[in-house]
Nanobody, 128 residues
Framework: QVQLVESGGGSVQAGGSLRLSCVVS????????MGWFRQAPGKEREGVGS????????YYADSLKDRFTISRDNGKNSVYLQMNSLKPEDSAMYFC?????????????????????WGQGTQVTVSS
């Protein structure tokens, strides 16, 4: 059974940084397109970014690409989200997701329905 466990969330002041981690167990992560999503209270879940199985293609939400960086280490079955220059509007629950049906592509990476495995989420709170 595939499980995803996120960690690294917490409270930080505006301008600070956090690094989220997601560990995949039950299957080798190198088979999955991996995505990061976030959801703030009262808002829809939105795609933060995704990284292809080999790490050769990385996609970001346009509004985040200058501050967020996604990486993966298939040897550790892990995916990471480095978040810099955090803003209060970045406060949300952050989710790691894995898609087994296909690799990540520009036209579909942000569609949450294509990801069939999800973690429980890790909370990020940014204070002003």
């Amino acid at each position: 059974q595939v499980q995803l466990v996120e960690s690294g969330g917490g409270s930080v002041q505006a301008g600070g940084s956090l690094r989220l981690s997601c560990v995949v167990s039950g299957y080798t992560s190198s088979r999955f397109c991996m995505g990061w999503f976030r959801q703030a209270p009262g808002k829809e879940r939105e795609g933060v970014g995704s990284i292809s199985t080999a790490g050769s293609r990385i996609y970001y939400a346009d509004s985040l690409k200058d501050r967020f960086t996604i990486s993966r280490d298939n040897g550790k079955n892990s995916v990471y989200l480095q978040m810099n220059s955090l803003k209060p509007e970045d406060s949300a629950m952050y989710f790691c997701a894995a898609a087994s049906s296909d690799d990540c592509y520009a036209v579909s990476w942000s569609m949450s329905r294509r990801y069939n495995y999800w973690g429980q989420g890790t909370q990020v709170t940014v204070s002003s």
